[in-house]
């Protein structure tokens, strides 16, 4: 009895996720059209992103709190890059940097930045440029990773600036 239960409690979890994944899906093959080749390649990647954690979950590879936590931060990063594309209006996007606060150290090491104090536009260690909070399901942190001339031209500034 006990097994029944839970195979139906997974088959319902399993036909609510693929029910909700498809939605989304079709939401968002209307709403990439006012973009360009490049943001829309951007949006198709996360949404190959979460055909292939909604294929892990069905296989049962991972649990329910790792579905949940990818598709939330792919939500976050589509969100993002949405966002950007609209207000730019331009056909570029930076690299983009999802993290909730647990997993601050795996962009910054021992020693991340306080969250509080967290400014929008701020530049982190030369490297990061944060870009603001999004809340889908959880909150995640996002950054966009500077490219090579912004860092190196961060780090010619920087060290001008120590010398005498």
Same mark, same amino acid.
């Given at each position: 009895?006990?097994?029944? &239960?839970g195979?139906?409690?997974?088959?319902?979890?399993l036909?609510?996720?693929?029910?909700?994944?498809?939605?989304?899906q079709?939401l968002?093959?209307?709403s990439?059209?006012?973009?360009?080749?490049?943001? &829309?390649?951007y949006?198709?990647?996360?949404?190959?992103?979460?055909?292939?954690?909604?294929d892990?979950?069905s296989?049962? !590879?991972?649990?329910?709190?790792?579905?949940r936590?990818?598709?939330?931060?792919?939500?976050?990063?589509?969100?993002?890059?949405?966002?950007?594309? &609209?207000?730019?209006?331009?056909?570029?996007?930076?690299? %983009?940097?999802?993290?909730?606060a647990?997993?601050m150290? %795996?962009?910054?090491?021992? !020693?991340p930045?306080?969250l509080?104090?967290?400014?929008?536009?701020?530049?982190?260690?030369?490297?990061?440029?944060f870009?603001g909070?999004?809340?889908?399901?959880?909150t995640?942190?996002?950054?966009a990773? %500077?490219d090579?001339?912004?860092?190196?031209?961060?780090? !010619?500034?920087?060290?001008?600036?120590?010398q005498?």
């Open positions: 009895m006990a097994s029944t &239960r195979t139906l409690a997974a088959f319902l979890l036909t609510f996720c693929t029910f909700n994944s498809v939605h989304a079709q968002v093959q209307h990439d059209d006012e973009f360009g080749p490049v943001v &829309r390649a949006l198709g990647y996360l949404k190959n992103d979460q055909e292939v954690v909604d892990r979950v296989r049962r !590879e991972v649990n329910a709190i790792y579905y936590h990818n598709s939330n931060r792919i939500k976050a990063l589509r969100q993002m890059a949405v966002k950007l594309a &609209r207000e730019t209006h331009n056909d570029y996007l930076p690299e %983009l940097e999802a993290v909730s647990n997993e150290n %795996l962009l910054f090491g021992s !020693e930045p306080q509080a104090a967290l400014k929008v536009g701020e530049v982190l260690r030369n490297t990061f440029r870009l909070v999004v809340r889908s399901g959880e995640f942190y996002l950054f990773r %500077l090579p001339y912004e860092q190196a031209d961060l780090n !010619e500034k920087t060290s001008a600036v120590r005498p």
